[in-house]
Nanobody
Framework: QVHLVESGGGSVQAGGTLRLSCAVSGYAYSYYSMGWFRQAPGKEREGIANIATASGSTYYADSVKGRFTVSPDKAKNTIYLQMNSLKPEDTAMYYC??????????????????WGQGTPVTVSS
């Protein structure tokens, strides 16, 4: 059984930073695809970042490009999302997800097989 647990969410002021973690258990995530999504109240879920863990290639939505960085710690089976220069519009529940294969549609929720429970991020102005 694959299990993902996010942590690291919280409340920060605009311009601040947070680092989210996604711990994966149940299988080694090497050669798989890991994504980060967020959903703000009243809005649709948004795919914001992805890492193809075999190649290390990363992908970002325009809304976070240049501010967020996704990185792996293979020894810990954990994926991180470093979030810098946070804005009030980054306020959302953040989720990680994993898939057995990587696809160009990494930003779609349907591209993933397993999800975490989410961690909340609130950015105040």
């Amino acid at each position: 059984q694959v299990h993902l647990v996010e942590s690291g969410g919280g409340s920060v002021q605009a311009g601040g930073t947070l680092r989210l973690s996604c711990a994966v258990s149940g299988y080694a995530y090497s050669y798989y695809s890991m994504g980060w999504f967020r959903q703000a109240p009243g809005k649709e879920r948004e795919g914001i970042a992805n890492i193809a863990t075999a190649s290390g290639s990363t992908y970002y939505a325009d809304s976070v490009k240049g501010r967020f960085t996704v990185s792996p710690d293979k020894a810990k089976n954990t994926i991180y999302l470093q979030m810098n220069s946070l804005k009030p519009e980054d306020t959302a529940m953040y989720y990680c997800a994993t898939a057995r294969i990587w696809t160009p549609d990494w930003y779609r929720g349907s591209s993933y097989d397993y999800w975490g429970q989410g961690t909340p991020v609130t950015v105040s102005s």
